[in-house]
Each structure stands twice: as C-alpha cells, then as structure tokens.
C-alpha cells in the first residue's frame, strides 16, 4: 500500500514561471516531511524538510507548504531554472516511532527555456 | 554532509548468481540504510543496517536474499543472491544524518540487471 502519493508523474514549466510539485500522504503518523531530486544515473539529493509543527519552510527558490489536515504538501520552486529538470520524490517519516522514510513515485519535472 | 560511494555503478548478471554492492562514507555514521527502487516504483527500504548489530529488515525481504554486513562506521556491503530478472532494479544505500536539517544522503545507485 502506497502511503505516500505523487500523483503527478510529469510536469513542464516555462523557465522563469513557477514550478508546483504535489505530494498526498495517507499515515497521520507521519510528521516529517522531505524533498529530494535526482538526476539521471545519480542518487537522490536533499532538498527541503518539513517538520509537522510548521506548514512552511523556505530556502532559496525553495518552498515546501504543509496541510496537515488535508495530508498534502507541496514545493514550490520560484523562479524555475532549466538545472531544476529532474525527477523530484517526496518522503514522509514518523520520526517519533522511527527512521524509516517513505518514498512517493517521484515527478519528472521539466523546464523549458 | 555526507559522501557516499558504491561499487559497482552498475552490472548484468545471470539468473542464479550472486551479486555484492559496496557501500563506503566518507565519515563515521551510525545508520546506513539499504534501498531499491524497481523500474517506475519509489524507493522502498529493504534493511537498516547498524554497526555491531543484525540489519533489520522490513517486511518482504528476508536475510537469506539479501545478506548484509556492517563491519565498522564507514562501509557496509548489500548482496543480492540467487538473482532472478526480478531482481533488475537500482540500489542505493543512504546514511541518517542528523545535522541542521536531519535526512538521509544517497549514494549513486547501482544499476543491476539480471538476465
């Protein structure tokens, strides 16, 4: 059972507009949340995190809001650059009961010059 | 941050053999995980592995198909037995890393494909 869903497997954006990436959990365990990106032939690379006490955390072009009554967050990348083309997943931990992280399917983001 | 290596970056196996993966960080870290990540799937955990203890593996892999050792802080091996195509997928190792932002830093991968 897939507790972590991005349900979006592509996206393209226009360079310089904003890039909307989503990501739904169904664990209410869940309480902290990660970005990642990874590019072809590499290993994932930290974004951002999120802990459930905040719903948003900045840094850089980089944003990650947190709904947590609706299990939903999402990054927000501004402006978006064509280096950002790359597939980025989501994570979830239950950080309380563990060190597991839970991976979503990942999107294939796109930027166009 | 953490530097992570694997060996090798990627193999073609025959059904039936055996295949380690060599996972080597660049500093001292107490939790190393293994994962793998099967064609258009996330990544899913298969054992945690910390040093001096038995790797804890989560349900659906068993010890006997992947066999792991962690025999300081820096390096752990992740073998894959008995391959069948099944098996053809990327596997990463990740360490915890609890600095400013606490997460988990990746290795390359090791592409493996069974024929």
């Known amino acids: 059972d897939q507790q972590v869903k991005q349900n979006s497997p592509s996206l393209s954006v226009q360079e310089g507009r904003i890039s909307i990436l989503n990501c739904d959990y169904t664990?209410?365990?869940?309480?902290?949340f990660l970005w990642y990106k990874k590019y072809p032939a590499e290993g994932p690379t930290f974004l951002i995190s999120?802990?459930?006490?905040?719903d948003k955390n900045e840094d850089g072009r980089f944003t990650v809001f947190l709904n947590k009554s609706a299990k939903h967050l999402s990054l927000h990348i501004v402006p978006s650059q064509p280096g950002d083309s790359a597939v980025y997943f989501c994570a979830a931990s239950p950080r309380n009961t563990g060190n597991q992280f839970y991976f979503g399917t990942g999107t294939s983001l796109t930027v166009i010059p | 941050s953490a530097v992570i290596s694997q060996k090798p970056s990627r193999d073609i196996c025959q059904r039936g053999t055996s295949l380690t993966i060599q996972c080597q960080v660049d500093?001292?870290?107490?939790?190393m995980f293994w994962y793998r990540q099967q064609p258009g799937q996330s990544l899913t955990l298969i054992a945690t592995a910390n040093q001096g203890s038995e790797a804890t593996y989560e349900s659906g892999f068993v010890i006997d198909k992947f066999p792991i050792s962690r025999p300081n802080l820096t390096f752990s091996t992740l073998t894959v037995s008995n391959m069948s195509p099944e098996d053809s997928s990327i596997y990463l190792c990740?360490?915890?890393?609890?600095?400013?932002?606490?997460?988990?830093?990746f290795g390359p991968g090791t592409r493996l494909l069974v024929l």
């Open positions: 500093s001292q870290v107490t939790m």
């Open positions: 664990n209410s365990m869940f309480d902290y």
């Open positions: 999120i802990s459930s006490i905040k």
């Open positions: 990740s360490v915890e890393w609890t600095g400013y932002q606490e997460t988990q830093y």
